[in-house]
């Protein structure tokens, strides 16, 4: 018996050479186990899941979201791991604030599946593709979470966050002393060790996530952007600035939507426009934009090598036929998939930002589902794979 399964490794290509390459006797399992459970033909179609209020509530998973992520494996697999992925998948989100390899590990315990940074595409993850422009330049990062953390792990050089780099100027917001919730004003070390730092020209703002102190930051970012990046000297041009999403709002834990990154751009560039003589310039990125989903037709091919290591290797790779963007919200999710056109098909959750009873008056959906759930039914049921 033994003889006769390592004769069918040696006939597989991908395994073969992963023999060859030295795997350990330890890891035969795990090859006999991805083995067994991929067909000759990888499927021809791939989901793609926005988050928040499709999969998530806040820190909660709504819609059923574990049992519909955990029907994309194969059910005779021990784990949901990429060895035993049958559809391909990737999160498709506006939000951020952390890396996407943090993201990831964060999501699989919400979710009960092993994801892969790979998987994760935040609003910022296209931030990456500007690192060659700014990389040893003085950047500013602003939002919650950690996007100083966010950025320098892209690999800018020289990023501060909007936290960091207020503090380098003393009164430079003169509502600090009532917002009880910050932090002791740095010792004079700290400071004397940021001065160099701050003292250099910001060459390009980021905002990564949703802002936290908008009083603040729309101070900071007026007084960076009027002075071309030294803010309290003189008006210069306005350094290039970036978007992580333009969602205005999205849907939380509060049973209203909250405001987003889209409606402090809105309050940044009216103050903007209203002080300074050129208007506010600034780059928006993710959904609805469709190169996103460009995006993540690609990172979707690379998901499907992963999960089926053996089609790389003998040629077999062929665009998806169909990708499903199921989201929430039907001006961003919605309009994003339809906007990029084929393959994309769009599926709308009653989960989020959309309650109503049809379809959408403004950007119908292809369909309209209460749950994450039934939407992976429909999907499976309709490609055969359930
Ligand atoms: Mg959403």
Redesign the pocket.
């Known amino acids: 018996m033994m003889r006769l399964l390592l004769q069918i490794l040696r006939n597989n290509s991908s395994l073969k050479s992963e023999l060859n390459g030295g795997t350990k006797a330890s890891a035969l399992p795990k090859l006999f186990s991805r083995w067994l459970h991929a067909p000759t033909q990888p499927p021809s179609f791939g989901i793609a899941f926005?988050?928040?209020?499709?999969l998530l509530r806040g820190e909660t998973s709504t819609g059923g979201s574990p049992q519909a992520l955990r029907r994309l494996y194969y059910h005779s697999a021990n784990s949901c791991s990429i060895s035993a992925l049958k559809v391909p998948y990737v999160f498709l989100t506006n939000g951020g604030g952390v890396p996407e390899s943090e993201r990831a590990k964060e999501l699989s315990k919400q979710l009960g599946v092993d994801i892969l940074p790979l998987q994760v595409i935040q609003g910022h993850t296209p931030f990456r593709e500007l690192v060659k422009r700014y990389e040893d330049d003085l950047i500013v990062a602003v939002g919650k979470g950690e996007p100083g953390r966010v950025m320098s792990e892209y690999g800018f050089k020289n990023v501060l966050s909007i936290d960091d780099y207020a503090s380098c100027f003393p009164n430079i917001d003169p509502l600090a002393q009532y917002k009880k919730w910050t932090k002791m004003q740095p010792t004079d070390r700290e400071m004397a060790l940021r001065t160099d730092p701050c003292s250099q020209r910001v060459q390009a703002v980021f905002i990564v996530s949703d802002p936290v102190d908008w009083s603040r930051d729309i101070q900071v970012l007026c007084d960076i952007l009027r002075t071309g990046g030294l803010p309290g000297q003189e008006i210069a041009h306005q350094p290039p600035l970036f978007f992580a999403n333009d969602d205005i709002a999205?849907?939380a834990l509060f049973p209203a939507e909250r405001l987003g990154m889209g409606a402090f751009r809105i309050a940044l560039e009216s103050i903007f426009n209203r002080i300074h003589t050129n208007n506010m310039e600034y780059t928006s990125y993710g959904k609805p934009n469709p190169f996103v989903f460009k995006n993540a037709e690609n990172v979707l091919l690379q998901v499907l090598q992963s999960a089926y290591n053996n089609i790389q290797s003998s040629g077999e790779m062929q665009p998806f036929k169909r990708l499903y963007m199921i989201?929430?919200?039907p001006s961003v999710?919605i309009n994003g998939a339809k906007q990029a056109g084929h393959p994309w098909v769009s599926i709308l959750t009653r989960t989020?930002?959309f309650k109503g009873i049809g379809n959408h008056a403004d950007y119908p959906a292809d369909l309209v589902v209460n749950s994450v759930e039934e939407a992976v039914d429909y999907i499976l049921r309709k490609e055969h794979t359930s």
């Open positions: 926005d988050i928040d209020g499709v999205y849907q989201g929430d919200n999710d989020g930002v």
